[in-house]
């Protein structure tokens, strides 16, 4: 009996063994999105009871509404069970998961999701509104209604889904297990772009609501009848298109039969104060800082009038937050057209005693006369602020403080990166991830407020409209330091193309100039040296090039010129493997010879025409003649260009001596 016992207890072991390792790999592996499945794994970390407002629906609410402010302003303690364009029957079994643990004193349900007449969305939205449910049968009829027959069994088996994480790892996937307690919210604090949207559908037209989408409205009322927990139906400002709205039409005729109450800020945006130019941040629907502030504004005030809820103003289960410090930011491409387009950022830069930076990118060619990126600029005596504007002279044409007037060059590329920090009266300037100038001007304030692709003229009107282009445009209201203004332009670069690099190289072609290596290059595995001369831009041009190479114990690429493109390799390769040497020229031919380490040898190669003379240490290797199409890249030592013309497989070889004529 003892001998049954202790086999069972070292089972029960194993087994609780391989439980706990399953569990931190499974949980450490599993997806965290924050539109879906972190905010219900989150859920659980909460007291019994201690939510007062749930909040349900898609990005329309988890985006839109801000919970601190419900709790700072409002005093309401109200959390968000929100996915990705959130279908009702998430909802519903989001809802039905939460009474579980928690008795709300109001359950929010934000109506997007009832707009659609889909039976299942795709595959990556049913993952993020069902993962993070926990095992149960709650869990089960949520995969049933959310998964297509065929992609169910992925979800009972989700470890197959996520289990090639592995490589993408941050530190905040070790911080999710049930023991972290985890108490958050995900609020998205001052986004500040501006996306300029068009207004909703006015038709009061009626459609008919999708069958699956009625059965679970159905279902959350009555779940919230048997409760005693009262519903609030809220329709967030969107661009609804007319057969959206009309499905919507429908179901407000639905809910006033059933005698729910809708707060509807899509038909009453004007009422309500919404406006569509400015207080949208993205295509999606998705409100920036100022409308996300006005929708929680209207929807707590509406809480605090019609539902008895308890003060958790300070609460820390509730006041939370993820800030960022940008006062603005471009929410799509500004693209001028020179007549009527512009942008109006609201935000002054010299109304008072203030640092700031701004992040750019920019278009470096404009078609219309006027050329100006941006401004906050007095045109009236004394002149003063800030201009920036494109010249004809392929300089940026900068003015700072009290009309300090200063000109940058720009990169001969079709995209530029800028920054410009001010900190009290000295500003710098940065192109490119490369610090380009600074000045010191005072400046006296100015009232005017920040502009894309015009000016502000002495009348007060707007003018000098530009066709202009930023796709990228960040303003903080800080100087920030020297090594982020170098980062941010450097990273934000955009980068020619293969084929505009090719046809510059190609336009900067004046055929093969006399060429002698300054002196012996040392490879050190990390850098080439790059000699500018073109040896195949022109496949008929004769050379003669002449190297002298010490061989040792390293293998590696001498010599370069050569085209890594799949099915057309072409050009010069001179490269070491063990104890061979391969020289390969024109469209690939080329010979092997054997060399032994210790000693260093003269490669000559005399091209005429498309044929080929080639000697290593005084003995002749052969001749061929191997025709072959132009390539524009230039003769590299100890290294070679990749396919996107990047030097790569940079070699610890030494080339002694190397001239070309």
């Avoid at 041009?541 to 390799?569: I, K, M, P, R």
């Amino acid at each position: 009996m003892r001998r049954k016992i202790e086999i069972f207890l070292r089972i029960l072991l194993a087994l609780a063994l391989f439980c706990g390792c399953f569990y931190v790999v499974d949980t450490t592996l599993e997806f965290k999105y924050d539109d879906g499945v972190t905010p219900m794994s989150d859920f659980y970390s909460f007291p019994e009871d201690s939510i007062d407002v749930l909040l349900l629906g898609s990005s329309h609410l988890g985006v839109n509404v801000d919970t601190t402010i419900l709790c700072n302003d409002y005093g309401i303690g109200a959390y968000k069970l929100w996915g990705a364009t959130q279908p009702v029957w998430n909802s519903y079994y989001n809802l039905a998961e939460a009474l579980k643990t928690q008795h709300p004193k109001v359950v929010v349900l934000e109506e997007l999701c009832l707009s659609h007449d889909v039976e299942y969305y795709e595959y990556a939205n049913a993952v993020k509104n069902t993962m993070g449910l926990r095992w149960s049968r709650n869990k089960v009829e949520a995969i049933f209604a959310s998964y297509e027959p065929s992609d169910r069994l992925n979800a009972f088996f989700p470890l197959s889904q996520y289990h090639s994480r592995y490589a993408e790892l941050t530190e905040e996937d070790f911080h999710s297990y049930f023991w972290d307690n985890r108490l958050s919210e995900h609020n998205t604090r001052d986004w500040n772009a501006v996306c300029p949207m068009p207004e909703p559908s006015e038709t009061t037209d009626r459609q008919p609501v999708g069958e699956k989408q009625m059965t679970y409205l159905k279902k959350i009322l009555y779940l919230c009848k048997k409760n005693n927990i009262p519903l609030l139906v809220m329709k967030a400002p969107y661009s609804a298109p007319e057969a959206e709205k009309a499905r919507l039409n429908t179901v407000n005729d639905y809910l006033k039969e059933e005698g729910i109450p809708v707060l509807d800020c899509l038909t009453n945006f004007r009422e309500y104060g919404f406006d569509y130019a400015t207080d949208f941040g993205d295509t999606a629907g998705h409100l920036n800082s100022t409308g996300c502030a006005k929708l929680t504004a209207i929807l707590g005030q509406y809480l605090k009038d019609n539902y008895d809820l308890p003060d958790r103003t300070g609460d820390p289960l509730f006041a939370y937050a993820i800030p960022q410090d940008a006062e603005f930011i471009l929410g799509k491409a500004f693209v001028g057209d020179g007549q009527a387009e512009f942008l109006d950022t609201g935000k002054t830069l010299y109304s008072g005693s203030r640092d700031y930076t701004i992040f750019a990118r920019f278009a470096t060619r404009c078609d219309s006369n006027e050329k100006v990126l941006f401004s906050c600029f007095s045109e009236t005596e004394p002149y003063r602020g800030l201009l920036v504007r494109l010249a004809e002279d392929g300089m940026l044409d900068v003015v700072v403080g009290s009309n300090y007037y200063t000109k940058l060059a720009l990169p001969e590329k079709e995209w530029a990166t800028l920054a410009i920090t001010k900190s009290g009266n000295q500003y710098t300037f940065y192109l490119e991830g490369e610090q380009v100038g600074s000045a010191q001007s005072d400046c006296e304030s100015y009232s005017g407020t920040l502009l894309l692709g015009c000016e502000r003229m002495a009348n007060n009107t707007l003018g000098r409209l530009s066709a202009v282009q930023i796709d990228r445009f960040e303003l903080y209201d800080n100087a920030k330091s020297s090594a982020e203004c170098l980062s941010w332009t450097a990273e934000n670069r955009v980068n020619p193309s293969r084929e505009q690099i090719l046809e510059g190289w190609k336009g900067a072609y004046a055929g093969i100039e006399d060429y002698t290596m300054d002196a012996p290059f040392r490879g050190d595995g990390e850098a080439c040296l790059d000699t500018g001369v073109q040896l195949y831009a022109d496949p008929k041009a004769d050379w003669h090039l002449t190297a002298d190479l010490l061989l040792d114990d390293q293998d590696g690429t001498y010599l370069s010129c050569f085209n890594e493109e799949v099915d057309a390799y072409r050009g010069l390769l001179v490269r070491k493997s063990g104890n061979t040497l391969t020289v390969q020229v024109g469209g690939g031919a080329g010979f092997s010879t054997l060399v032994f380490d210790g000693s260093h040898n003269t490669l000559d190669i005399e091209k005429t025409g498309s044929s080929y003379t080639v000697s290593f240490g005084g003995t002749l290797l052969g001749r061929l003649d191997s025709p072959t199409q132009p390539y524009y890249g230039s003769l590299l030592v100890g290294g070679e260009r990749d396919y996107d013309l990047e030097p790569f497989r940079q070699s610890a070889l030494t080339v002694w001596s190397l001239t070309v004529k």
